[in-house]
C-alpha cells in the first residue's frame, strides 16, 4: 500500500507564510515527480507547481515569485512554501506523485488534502 499525508495547512492573515508537507510511504521504488494541485471554493482542482524526478521545477503563473516547491529525496517528501498569501489562495492543496513501485509498475497517487484559508 502507498500513502501520501499531507500536513501544513491553516489559516493565515493575507501577506503570511505557510509550508506544506507531503510525504510518500509504501512499496516504493523510485518516485518520478511530485506536485501540488488545488481546489478553491467552486472551482476546478488545478496545478500549483511540479517537480521532477531530477529537480526541475514548474511553476503556474498565479504563484510565481511567492511559491517554492523542493524536495527531499531520503524522506519522499515534497514541500510547498508559499510566501505572500492572498486570500485567492485559499484552497484545498493536494499532493500528487507519480510513483514506480517496488513491482515495477507505475501509478498516479493522490494525498487527502489540506486545507488552507487565507484571511484577516
Known amino acids: 500500500q502507498v500513502q501520501l499525508v499531507e500536513s501544513?495547512?491553516?489559516?493565515?492573515?493575507?501577506g503570511g507564510s505557510l509550508r506544506l508537507s507531503c510525504a510518500a510511504s509504501g512499496s516504493i521504488f523510485s518516485i518520478n515527480a511530485m506536485g501540488w494541485y488545488r481546489q478553491g471554493p467552486g472551482k476546478e482542482r488545478e496545478l500549483v507547481a511540479h517537480i521532477g524526478s531530477g529537480g526541475s521545477t514548474t511553476y503556474e503563473n498565479?504563484?510565481?515569485?511567492?511559491f517554492?516547491?523542493?524536495?527531499?529525496?531520503?524522506?519522499?517528501?515534497?514541500?510547498?512554501?508559499?510566501?505572500?498569501?492572498?486570500?485567492e489562495d485559499t484552497a484545498v492543496y493536494y499532493c500528487n506523485a507519480l510513483l514506480t513501485?517496488?513491482?515495477?509498475?507505475?501509478?498516479?497517487?493522490?494525498?487527502?488534502?489540506t486545507q488552507v484559508t487565507v484571511s484577516s
Open 8 to 14: 501544513g495547512g491553516g489559516l493565515v492573515q493575507p
Open 62 to 66: 498565479f504563484v510565481k515569485g511567492r
Open 68 to 87: 517554492t516547491i523542493s524536495r527531499d529525496y531520503n524522506k519522499n517528501t515534497v514541500y510547498l512554501q508559499m510566501n505572500s498569501l492572498e486570500p
Open 101 to 113: 513501485l517496488s513491482g515495477r509498475s507505475i501509478s498516479t497517487y493522490w494525498g487527502q488534502g
